[in-house]
C-alpha cells in the first residue's frame, strides 16, 4: 500500500508464531516523514534496516521493543528509511521479552537488553541485506523463533482480552473478574504481568481504537461517543485527546498523518 509519503507491505508469521505475533508490518519512507503514533493493543518490536529516524530531536534507537500506550508519539523519518514491526499479539509478548511487561507501559526498551549484541548484530545485518520485504520478514520470524520462551497465557488472561475486544473496551472491569472466575485484583495483577497494563487501560484503548474505526466508517462524532458507552461528550473528548494528543474534530481533520 502507498499513502503520500510512505509505502507498507504485511507479511503472516507462520504457524508457530502465530499465537504469539499478529502480523509483520514493512514501512518505507519514500520522502522526510512525521507522524503520529496512536496507541495500540499489543506490544510491538521495530528494527529500522535503513535510514535515520528522531524522536523529539533526538536520533531514535535503530532496534526498540516499544510497550502499551495510552499516550502518542511522533516520529520524524527521513526519506529512504525503513522498518519492519513484530507486532505482537495481546499476550504475545511475554513469550520474548523478559522484562516484566507492566514496566514497559508508556515506554521503549532497547531489544539489546533482550538478547546477546552479537546475535542482535546479525539480524540488523540480514534486514539491510535482505533483497525484498518478504525475505525481511522470513528473517525476523527466525529470529523471534530463536528466542521463543517456554510460556503460555493464563486462561484466566486469554479470557479476559477476548472478552475486552469483543465488547470493543466497553466492558466494566468487575464483571470482567466474575467472568474469570479471580477477584479483580488477582485478575489485575495477572493482566498487567501478561498484557504490560491493567485491564482498565487496555480496555480504553479498545475503546478508543474502535471510535477511530467508527469514524472512518463514517458515523458523526455524537453517534460514536453513544455507540463507545460515554454517557457525556465532555469525558469522550477528555479521553480521545490523551489518546490522539488532539480533539477528535482535529485529530479526524489531519487524520492521514496518524496510524
Not at 534496516?49 to 523529539?56: H, Q
Not at 475503546?207 to 458515523?219: F, P
Request: aromatic share 8%; proline share 5%.
Amino acid at each position: 500500500m502507498s499513502v503520500a509519503n510512505v509505502r507498507t507491505a504485511a507479511f503472516v508469521p507462520g504457524p508457530a508464531l502465530r499465537p504469539y505475533v499478529r502480523r509483520f508490518l514493512v514501512v518505507e519512507n519514500l520522502g522526510d516523514r512525521t507522524n503520529t503514533l496512536l496507541p495500540d493493543t499489543a506490544i510491538i518490536a521495530g528494527f529500522r534496516f535503513r535510514g535515520a529516524c528522531s524522536r523529539n530531536g533526538a536520533e531514535a534507537l535503530r532496534a526498540v521493543v516499544t510497550g502499551l500506550r495510552d499516550l502518542p508519539r511522533t516520529l520524524t523519518h527521513a526519506a529512504g528509511s525503513g522498518t519492519i514491526l513484530a507486532m505482537f499479539t495481546a499476550t504475545g509478548a511475554a513469550a520474548f521479552v523478559c522484562e516484566p511487561l507492566e514496566e514497559l507501559f508508556n515506554g521503549t526498551m532497547p531489544i539489546d537488553a533482550q538478547v546477546r549484541r552479537s546475535r542482535l548484530e546479525l539480524i540488523e545485518e540480514q534486514l539491510a541485506e535482505a533483497p525484498d520485504h518478504a525475505r525481511r520478514a522470513q528473517a525476523l520470524e527466525r529470529f523471534l523463533l530463536d528466542h521463543l520462551r517456554r510460556w503460555e497465557p493464563s486462561a484466566a488472561v486469554s479470557t479476559a482480552v477476548a472478552r475486552i475486544q469483543d465488547a470493543k473496551g466497553s466492558l466494566r472491569i468487575g464483571e470482567l473478574a466474575r467472568v474469570t472466575g479471580l477477584s479483580q485484583s488477582a485478575l489485575e495483577r495477572r493482566f498487567r504481568r501478561e498484557v504490560g497494563a491493567s485491564p482498565k487501560k487496555f480496555a480504553a484503548i479498545v475503546r478508543l481504537r474502535h471510535v477511530v474505526r467508527l469514524r472512518r466508517a463514517g458515523t458523526n462524532l455524537t453517534d460514536i461517543a453513544h455507540a463507545a458507552g460515554y454517557a457525556d461528550q465532555s469525558h469522550f473528548i477528555k479521553d480521545f485527546r490523551r489518546f490522539s494528543g488532539q480533539s477528535p474534530e482535529a485529530f479526524f481533520s489531519s487524520e492521514p498523518t496518524y496510524c
